[in-house]
Every structure is written in structure tokens, then in C-alpha cells.
């Protein structure tokens, strides 16, 4: 009989910074997530080993978002409709910072939304990459958007790139000008695989 260990939420981890490991360690019910991840880099699982008096597993698998599993990494088709949703908040500061960062190379619709909270204007870049190394403006954001405070930038669009990115700076910079903002983005895929 299996049982399942996730997060304590049930909830999608995301945030994860590239180029480090996320250590599972399922004796104490802990997730470690690589320095440079976004939130708390140890989060607890909703159970582990020791409660259920085991030492070891004999099986795992481990789900990953399907915009991560594509290119053909977990061999297997792309359902007809499917998305991934979810929001980040955060404080802008006077350094232009990449607050959303995502693998979207299984979607063909990119909607994101930045709602400034905050009292100050923040401006907005989206950008996009083939590579995940070299980035590019997004045609109306070659020029950082301006987002005046309670506002917000709704970007949509259909142009299927590997990569996108959403990059967060106080309008005016100095003491004071820090603003409340929060992201929220959905890719969708409502076309499927071929192999669907």
C-alpha cells in the first residue's frame, strides 16, 4: 500500500532557482530547494517516514508541472486542454528583479497580469527566450511599462516561445518608492499534442 507525501499544502512549489538540486529527504518530510529560490528554501512535506514508522521507500515518483515535462522529456502526449495558474507577490525595489520566470515550451496562450498594490508606480518588462539564456523584449514592453499604483498590465498572447518572463523595477527610484505588486499568470495549452 503507497502513501502519498507531498507539500504540507498539497500545493505546487514554485520559485525554484536553475542550476541547483531540490533534495527530498522523506525520513524527516523535508523539500530543501536550490539557494536563489523564491519563499522559504525548506519546506515541510504533509507527512513523513518516521510517522509512519518506515525507513525507506521502495518506490518514488515525482510529478512535474507539464510545462516542464515537455519536449518530449517525459515521453508522453499533451492533453487536449490544459493550464498552469498561479500568482507570486511581492515589494518592488530600485534593482530591475525577475520576479516570474517559467518553461512554457507546451502552450500556445501566455496571460499575464500585473496588479500594482503598492502606493508608487512600478514599471514592467516581459520577455521571452528560445534558450533560457538570452532574453528578449516582448514587442510593447522594449520599453519598461509603467503601472501606476492600484492599476495594473494585462499581457496576452498567442506567440509560442520556450521561455517567458516577467521583470519588476520602481518607476522612480530612491528611499520611499518601494510598491506592493502582485503577478498572476496562466498558460494554456487548448490544442493538445499530436500524439493526443
Known amino acids: 500500500m503507497g502513501s502519498l507525501l507531498t507539500t504540507s499544502d498539497g500545493g505546487e512549489i514554485t520559485g525554484i532557482a536553475n542550476g541547483g538540486a531540490v533534495f527530498l529527504d522523506f525520513v524527516a ?51 487536449r486542454i490544459s493550464h498552469q495558474r498561479s500568482s507570486v507577490s511581492d515589494t518592488s525595489s530600485d ?30 518588462t516581459i520577455e521571452f527566450s528560445e534558450d533560457g539564456t538570452n532574453w528578449f523584449a516582448d514587442s510593447g514592453y522594449t520599453t519598461a511599462v509603467s503601472i501606476a499604483s492600484g492599476s495594473y498590465n494585462a499581457f496576452a498572447s498567442e506567440v509560442e516561445h520556450h521561455f517567458y518572463r516577467a521583470r519588476v523595477v520602481n518607476t522612480t527610484t530612491g528611499a520611499g518608492h518601494a510598491s506592493a505588486f502582485t503577478i498572476h499568470w496562466n498558460f494554456v495549452n487548448d490544442r493538445g499534442s499530436a500524439a493526443n
Open 29 to 79: 518530510g523535508t523539500i530543501t530547494l536550490p539557494e536563489g529560490s523564491t519563499g522559504a528554501l525548506t519546506r515541510t512535506m504533509n507527512k513523513n517516514l518516521n510517522d509512519l514508522g518506515l525507513q525507506q521507500c521502495n518506490s518514488i515518483a515525482i510529478w512535474c508541472s507539464d510545462a516542464d515535462a515537455t519536449d518530449g522529456w517525459m515521453g508522453y502526449g499533451f492533453p
Open 95 to 124: 534593482t530591475l528583479t525577475t520576479i516570474l520566470s517559467k518553461h512554457v515550451g507546451a502552450y500556445n496562450q501566455f496571460l499575464i497580469t500585473t496588479s500594482n498594490t503598492g502606493a508608487t508606480s512600478i514599471d514592467l
